[in-house]
């Protein structure tokens, strides 16, 4: 294997280890920023989900607070239907008291026609007592109606007042509440969200710092393997003079060209020592020596 195949081939290791190194780079910022992304959809999902949550439970306390003011409006109507049937009630109880009175005027007044002119302003007056008092008792009827069927009237307003007032409370508190858990919500997806993108920049260092690691680990090698194929080459140019020394002086007519191949040796004496090749290669300190 000839210097330049061997240089070619220490360049093709170099190319491959910083193509390496460049890929596990590029494939550490892709996978930070996917779970970048991942985190950052996670934590989309979970405000809108608090959201969805938040506008359902406003839909159903309005729609209680809409069934509850129904409710009392149809409590009022029954009210008022109650109370104008008590008047009804009490206009028949006056009109049968009228007419019983008159009936009973009537009756006393045909007496008092028989038995004599003389009892005949006692009678009228019995019969105008007679119907002041069905008339006061039918007027009394219709007060004490009014003012039950007003009583009533107040009371169904208050109680539906009160039933919205509570109705606006709780909605009101069930408002705060939701939001409260909206705000913990979002609070602890931007947390997540920070944890997670903090775990990828770990991540992506270390991967970093590991493939920095392999790279420069890769140029040591390229280094030494380049002072090795130095070594090997000058090794085996001094062994290729040795031997063609020595079969110069073993040929006939050695004497003659003992001159000119006798430098050889000398100059590698000179640069080594020995004729045998050099045993000691340099060996980057990553790898394990034996």
Do not use: C, Y
């Amino acid at each position: 294997m000839g210097p330049g195949e061997t240089s070619e081939r220490v360049r093709a290791i170099v190319e491959a280890a910083e193509r390496t190194a460049r890929e596990l780079r590029e494939r550490a910022e892709q996978r930070a920023a996917e779970r970048i992304a991942e985190a950052d959809r996670a934590a989309a999902n979970r405000v809108e989900a608090a959201e969805r949550e938040a506008r359902e439970i406003i839909a159903d306390a309005s729609a209680e607070a809409e069934r509850a003011r129904n409710e009392a409006l149809a409590s009022v109507s029954a009210i008022h239907a109650e109370a104008e049937s008590a008047m009804a009630h009490a206009r028949e109880r006056a009109d049968a008291t009228a007419a019983t009175a008159a009936e009973q005027a009537r009756q006393t007044l045909a007496d008092a026609q028989q038995r004599a002119e003389q009892t005949a302003s006692a009678a009228d007056e019995r019969a105008a007592q007679t119907l002041t008092s069905a008339e006061a008792e039918a007027e009394t009827t219709l007060s004490s109606a009014q003012e039950q069927a007003a009583s009533m009237l107040s009371e169904a307003r208050e109680q539906a007042e009160r039933d919205r007032t509570n109705a606006e409370r709780d909605l009101a508190a069930h408002r705060t509440e939701i939001e409260e858990k909206v705000n913990e919500m979002r609070a602890k997806a931007r947390a997540d969200a920070r944890e997670i993108v903090s775990e990828a920049h770990v991540r992506a260092r270390e991967v970093m710092r590991d493939g920095e690691e392999i790279s420069r680990n890769l140029r040591d090698l390229s280094a030494s393997l380049r002072s090795n194929a130095d070594r090997l080459l000058r090794d085996v140019r001094l062994t290729h003079g040795s031997m063609m020394a020595r079969l110069d002086q073993a040929a006939p007519g050695a004497g003659s060209r003992k001159g000119s191949h006798s430098e050889l040796p000398v100059s590698r004496r000179q640069a080594g020592g020995s004729d045998e090749p050099d045993g000691g290669l340099d060996v980057p300190e990553f790898v394990p020596r034996p």
